[in-house]
């Protein structure tokens, strides 16, 4: 009802859904991080819901965003890896549910979606900023730096390749920043949202930031906010190796880093990984400022969530792809409208395969009952998933499939994997060891929560239509066991813009 005048129903709110790419689930300062300054999300802390073991149904780009919304898992999507298609530009997302609901949806920033990046997949409309994008004038973002007199750089998001992991101050300035971007065009958005007339649809929007995705290239002096020496050393536990599987070592390999680690050089990265939140949260912290300001903070359900984690040398390694908390758990933030549930924390493991439902549910959507995997968080949180079963509140992940597929299942106290590659398994007691330093699958083959740990994976794979690729009987299906080339060179990325002409200085 309406505090204001109980006689009338709220009306339906507005949805602000805040994104980043590759931020770690321990990046927020009202969360435990004693280093990295994020006022403005210490700020969705204080007053909405912070989901402590929210994990992603997929740790790598593309699957995880399409799972996201369609609230399906990868198994039900198709979509196992950055390699695939998401399926038909029509197929059901939260935008199309909420656009055909009567709301206005407008994206901004990076989607990543595929194979057609510039599908609207149920926005009415978008303005986009792609990493890699396929020609400068198809993008946005690069089309707007062009027209503004900034077409001599090559990268604007920074330089890849074999400079994915080097840390580097942004060739942009601040104000022509890509984070700011996305800053700026969600500002524009909320002053022209508010123009409209007091009775015109509610609004969806998507503000998506590529950061802090590496490379890692704050814009200056914000490279200079943190440094070094006030960096915490990677977790290197005894014998981690064990706790590797097969894309660990493959990604080490095409990301230039398993030559030996530089301790030194890896607080530099962790010093510019951490710019990168910061300068975000600024951008946050101004989208907030201008709901405020434009009186639609308090009917406005806000949510910001990041699509996978960061290793940042933990375990010896870097990038995402991993079943390890750094790579699959990520922050999840809800401030409710109306100020619900302020301050609270949920510890029951969430997936952003509930992201579709929370926002189905906000607005009051009703949809065909297996239309989701998950459920809502507002419901996760007041009541739990609700299947009254053990292990009801487990969430489930996956990268690739068949002879590459790396699978997961986590509940509230353990966390089970299987990795195709090298036939290998994992089980962490996340209660007794919550930084996964003991693999309990090899050092305790018999250890009583490894086979129904096991099964529930198992099972999950089946029901997800994947029986074939996975599973053999009741087991994991065995497929030739995978290893790096000695050549260390071998699968070395390069990683041009494709609208590059390639011609290089002559003298």
Not at 26 to 44: C, F, V
Not at 251 to 261: A, C, H, S, T, V
Not at 293 to 312: I, P, S
């Amino acid at each position: 009802m309406n505090a204001a005048d109980p006689s009338r129903p709220c009306p339906r709110p507005n949805i602000l859904h805040l994104f980043t790419d590759q931020q770690r689930f321990d990046t927020i300062a009202a969360l435990g991080n004693p280093i990295i300054r994020t006022p403005h999300m210490d700020r969705l802390v204080r007053e909405g819901t912070a989901f402590e073991r929210a994990y992603s149904p997929s740790p790598e780009c593309v699957p995880a965003r399409c799972a996201m919304i369609t609230g399906r898992y990868p198994g039900r999507t198709g979509c196992h890896s950055n390699g695939q298609g998401m399926g038909p530009d029509n197929m059901p997302t939260l935008m199309s549910r909420l656009a055909a609901a009567g709301y206005r949806t407008h994206g901004v920033g990076k989607c990543h979606f595929t194979p057609n990046c510039l599908a609207l997949r149920g926005f009415h409309s978008r303005r986009s900023q792609e990493e890699i994008p396929e020609s400068r004038e198809s993008d946005d973002y690069a089309r707007w730096l062009m027209e503004k007199g900034w077409g001599a750089v090559l990268e604007p998001h920074g330089v890849r390749g074999d400079m994915y992991y080097v840390p580097q101050p942004s060739a942009m300035p601040e104000a022509y920043h890509p984070t700011r971007w996305v800053g700026d065009e969600s500002v524009a958005f909320l002053d022209e949202a508010a123009g409209r007339p007091g009775d015109a649809e509610p609004w969806y929007l998507y503000a998506s930031f590529v950061h802090p995705h590496p490379p890692f290239a704050p814009p200056i002096p914000w490279h200079k906010l943190y440094r070094a020496p006030q960096m915490p050393l990677p977790d290197l536990p005894a014998g981690y190796d064990d706790a590797l599987a097969y894309i660990n070592r493959f990604q080490n390999r095409y990301k230039y880093r398993d030559r030996g680690l530089d301790l030194n050089l890896i607080r530099c990265i962790r010093a510019y990984y951490y710019a990168c939140i910061s300068f975000i949260d600024a951008q946050v912290g101004r989208i907030l400022h201008k709901l405020e300001l434009t009186g639609q903070l308090d009917n406005t359900l806000v949510l910001l969530a990041a699509d996978h984690g960061e290793y940042l040398g933990d375990y010896g390694c870097f990038g995402k792809r991993g079943i390890h908390e750094v790579s699959s758990r990520v922050p999840l933030l809800a401030r409710w409208p109306g100020g619900a549930h302020a301050g609270t924390r949920c510890s029951r493991p969430a997936s952003l395969v509930d992201l579709a439902p929370t926002f189905m549910h906000a607005a009051g959507i009703e949809c065909e009952a297996d239309a989701f995997d998950g459920v809502s968080l507002r419901t996760l949180l007041e009541t739990g998933r609700g299947n009254g079963e053990a292990g009801g509140d487990r969430v489930y992940s996956q990268y690739n499939h068949g002879p590459n597929g790396l699978y997961m299942a986590v509940d509230k106290r353990w966390k089970y994997g299987y990795s195709a590659p090298d036939g290998k398994e994992f089980l962490f007691d996340l209660a007794e060891d919550p930084r996964e330093h003991i693999n309990l699958a090899s050092r305790h083959p018999g250890h009583p929560a490894l086979a129904p740990m096991r099964t529930a994976c198992l099972q999950w794979a089946a029901a997800q239509g994947q029986a074939a690729a996975a599973l053999d009987g009741d087991q994991w299906r065995q497929y030739p066991h995978r290893s790096l080339p000695d050549d260390p060179d071998a699968f070395l990325l390069s990683q041009d813009p494709p609208w590059w002409d390639k011609k290089l200085p002559e003298w």
